[in-house]
């Protein structure tokens, strides 16, 4: 152990005085106040804010993850190239111990840097509404959409099954199924139909949602929705009448001990709006149903909820918290870099194991759509895809899917359930087997180059 | 008889990217170094001297073959705890001054702060680098890199002590104080595995050579049996009269031989080593390494630090050394001195030093038994072509460091 942490020291201090940790560090101590200033947003406090943190976490995590893959590989490959490592390996010192050793110092001073620098970005947006004076309205908004974490309870795909194989049935017996077109295909379509008509409200129509375990924290609720619409209206806008209460007096018209939030909203259509309910209209049991009615007198279209159209948010952990958990999704990621850069740094040269690196980088933070485009292209291949690239590809790690900003700016709340989620896939799963497999790799590759 | 360093036909072979044989680096080496042996690596360019040591200490894996080194794996750490090792150059981490670079190596061996700083001090102390400890290694010309990659070697108070061309880039002052520190060692019981094309160097310390040519080993034996001429004789006498040298003449033409008489030369090595002594006594500033007289301070400084800290630690490195120093001192003492030629000179560079005994001489006494009949008889023919090539290839690089190291001191 003492050995290792020798070389985690060792490693500290040659990304500090090769000043690679230098560079980094001033880029970032210039470039966050900076930010902090001329970001403007929508001119909005909260726009403000959001748009300070989105840059500033991004900027940082990037910059670390630059500075963690460089140093990562650097510090093995010049020991390797400039032959340090002669005197060193030949030390009482086993070459795991030496590769634990590489990452324990690349890893310390990521979490040196990162706790440096969060505190920079948390401290500027803390006093950030100091120091523009905003206003009490601006304050108010930033406080319950900004300075929150909430929590989100989003609607279910309903399910449509047995409809869809009844319709598929009828029109079968009438013989009304298209020609040239596959079983697979009509059903595909009649399930988009389907599930079209749940979330649509016809002119005069009311749509009903539940949720359940509803526990908020502050005096608030949120319904967040996004409006569809069959034909535009002239203003691009429509009204709409929400309610929301106690699940059992919508359902049953039992007599609910709780208000019943009742009001009439026009709102602008394919845009994302938040309605505030109080907090006092959730029953006690949590049980609460949201409901909307598309009102006959003021609209003449029908309104069609998209798939992420509608949820319901509420405050469930203090804003500083949720940027602690931000940050440790940071870290995860840079934990990863820095076995990955090991790891391409235990056969490779330092520009090759930097590309390899990069790629590897840049494809995670795609991950998503790199995923969806494999199996999308992999259709027709499917036995060879699933047994060969598509393990490879669960082993990227899913940098935009654990992205801290689609969290921070609107305010979502990151669980710690989240976190774990990420830590045991990221660092204990994906970024353990890459370790592993540099620690075999360094154990038997030969140390010393063939001189003759 | 267990041996410090066996090697069983080790052989390197260097392919290219197809698999295919280029190079028989190292060609079924067959090498026995016993325990308290100055043995000379020796060889032009490119015959496997650096390949066979990094196989030795696992920075290559042999082709075929095994070599053992204290008798085990040298990538093992526990042997690794009782091994030097100076490698060809002194690849230093540029960054870290001389200090932390000791501080590194000396955390790397686990040893408890007290010993590591007393060690450090009286290292730097001795390689004469205390004046500049504090700066970055990166920034030192290339005898003082040296100085601190042997100071490396030695932070563990080897048994076996592996360098690898150790005197290139040092001032002939710097060479001097390494091969008294090899004959010291010796003294002590350690092992020294010396590597070089240095053919002086060799010559003064070691106890036995071997010469390898293309990865094969082409003679091997005693220094003194290999270069002896057994045909001549040499008297050397105080400043005599010219009556006295016609009559010695005299006795040799009666005879029937030839007889050639003039006053002996000093050495270069010695006129210089001199002349910068003088100069270090008038005091006068260098930004470069100081040549020290605190050869011995580092071990027998050493001595006494472990044992007071044998109590307190028990690590295994001051065991051995505790447990071998009195018996190896006891041998020396028993024996009679016969101080070399230079032994003069040392006892005044070195003033706190008892003169070395020359091991060579003692220690062949000891070691009777010979394994290498066969080849002894073959060198008289082998060796002299070997040689001319030996020295037309290394002498560049023996009048290089010199020149190149003007500026240190």
Wanted: net charge neutral.
């Amino acid at each position: 152990m003492r050995s290792i942490w020798a070389v985690a020291i060792n490693t500290i201090k040659q990304a500090l005085r090769i000043k690679v940790a230098v560079v980094f560090t001033i880029l970032l101590a210039v470039l966050l106040p900076v930010l902090g200033i001329t970001t403007t947003g929508d001119e909005t406090l909260k726009g403000r804010l959001q748009t300070f943190v989105s840059y500033a976490l991004s900027l940082m995590s990037f910059l670390l993850c630059l500075l963690t893959i460089i140093v990562s590989i650097y510090s093995v490959t010049s020991d390797i190239e400039q032959r340090q490592i002669y005197t060193v390996i030949t030390k009482p010192i086993r070459r795991f111990q030496f590769i634990m050793g590489k990452l324990l110092g690349v890893i310390a001073l990521n979490v040196i840097l990162l706790v440096l620098f969060s505190a920079v970005i948390y401290t500027i947006t803390i006093y950030m509404p100091k120091f523009i004076k905003a206003s009490d309205d601006e304050l108010i908004e930033a406080n319950n959409e900004f300075f929150t974490a909430r929590a989100s309870l989003t609607v279910p795909e309903v399910d449509v099954t047995k409809e869809v194989t009844d319709r598929y049935t009828e029109l079968d017996r009438k013989g009304e199924l298209p020609a040239n077109v596959s079983r697979e295909e009509i059903k595909s379509q009649l399930t988009k139909q389907a599930q079209l008509a749940k979330r649509a409200a016809g002119v005069g129509h009311v749509l009903l949602w539940e949720f359940n375990n509803v526990k908020p924290l502050a005096k608030s609720l949120f319904i967040r929705f996004k409006y569809d619409v069959s034909v535009t209206p002239p203003d691009s806008q429509v009204w709409g009448r929400w309610f929301a209460g106690d699940y059992q007096f919508f359902k049953y018209g039992t007599q609910s001990k709780t208000p019943i939030y009742d009001e009439v909203h026009k709102n602008s259509v394919r845009d994302f709006h938040e309605i505030e309910i109080p907090a006092e209209v959730v029953p006690e049991h949590g049980h609460l149903a949201v409901a909307f009615m598309n009102v006959s007198s003021l609209n003449s279209v029908a309104i069609i909820f998209p798939p992420d159209g509608l949820e319901v948010l509420y405050k469930a952990d203090s804003f500083t918290s949720n940027f602690i958990r931000a940050v440790l999704l940071v870290l995860c990621r840079l934990i990863f870099l820095a076995c990955l850069g090991v790891l391409a740094a235990s056969f490779l040269s330092f520009p090759v194991a930097i590309l390899f690196c990069f790629v590897i980088f840049f494809t995670a933070s795609f991950s998503g759509f790199v995923l969806e485009s494999f199996s999308f292209l992999s259709k027709d291949i499917g036995a060879v895809y699933s047994y060969s690239i598509k393990w490879l590809i669960q082993l990227l790690p899913q940098f935009d899917k654990f992205n801290p900003t689609k969290f921070l700016v609107p305010a979502r709340l990151i669980s710690w359930s989240l976190l774990a989620k990420c830590a045991v896939f990221m660092v204990c799963i994906k970024a353990f087997l890459v370790l592993i497999f540099s620690l075999i790799i360094f154990s038997y590759r030969e140390i010393a180059k063939i001189t003759v | 008889m267990e041996y410090a360093i066996e090697t069983f036909s080790l052989t390197k072979i260097f392919s290219d990217w197809w698999g295919r044989t280029k190079v028989y680096a190292v060609d079924n080496l067959d090498l026995q170094i016993r325990p308290n042996e100055v043995f000379g690596l020796l060889g032009p360019n490119g015959s496997g001297k650096t390949t066979t040591l990094k196989m030795l200490l696992g920075l290559l894996h042999p082709t075929k073959g095994k070599a053992l080194l204290l008798g085990g794996e040298g990538s093992d750490p526990k042997i690794n705890c009782r091994i030097g090792f100076l490698p060809e150059e002194s690849y230093l981490y540029r960054y870290l001054n001389a200090r932390e670079t000791l501080d590194f190596y000396g955390r790397l061996f686990g040893l408890p702060p007290k010993v590591r700083k007393m060690r450090i001090e009286a290292l730097l102390d001795m390689v004469g680098l205390k004046a500049v400890a504090n700066r970055a290694v990166g920034t030192f010309s290339k005898g003082m890199a040296r100085r601190i990659g042997l100071a490396q070697a030695l932070i563990n108070d080897p048994d076996l002590l592996i360098l690898d061309e150790p005197t290139t880039g040092l001032d002939p002052i710097g060479t001097r104080q390494i091969k008294d520190l090899v004959l010291k060692l010796a003294e002590r019981g350690k092992t020294i595995l010396l590597c070089s094309h240095l053919l002086a160097d060799v010559e003064d310390v070691c106890d036995r050579i071997a010469i390898l040519y293309g990865g094969k080993i082409q003679t091997q034996g005693h220094v003194r049996e290999l270069l002896q001429q057994t045909n001549k004789r040499q008297i050397t006498t105080d400043a005599i009269s010219d009556t006295a040298v016609e009559k010695i003449k005299q006795i040799v033409h009666d005879e029937n031989a030839e007889c050639e008489v003039t006053s002996p030369m000093d050495k270069l090595e010695t006129f210089f080593i001199r002349t910068v002594t003088a100069a270090q006594q008038l005091a006068q500033p260098t930004s470069g390494a100081v040549s020290t007289t605190k050869l011995g301070d580092f071990l027998t400084q050493h001595e006494a630090v472990e044992s007071i800290l044998d109590k307190l630690v028990s690590a295994p490195i001051s065991k051995q050394a505790s447990g071998e120093i009195p018996a190896t001192e006891k041998v020396a003492a028993a024996e009679s001195a016969s101080p070399k030629a230079d032994e003069q000179l040392l006892s005044k560079l070195t003033s706190s030093v008892a003169p070395s005994e020359s091991k060579a001489v003692t220690r062949e006494e000891k070691i009777k038994t010979e394994p290498v009949e066969s080849q002894t008889r073959r060198q008289e023919q082998v060796r002299e072509d070997i040689l001319d090539k030996l020295i037309g290839g290394s002498k560049d690089k023996t009048e290089k460091p010199q020149a190149g190291d003007s500026g240190d001191a």
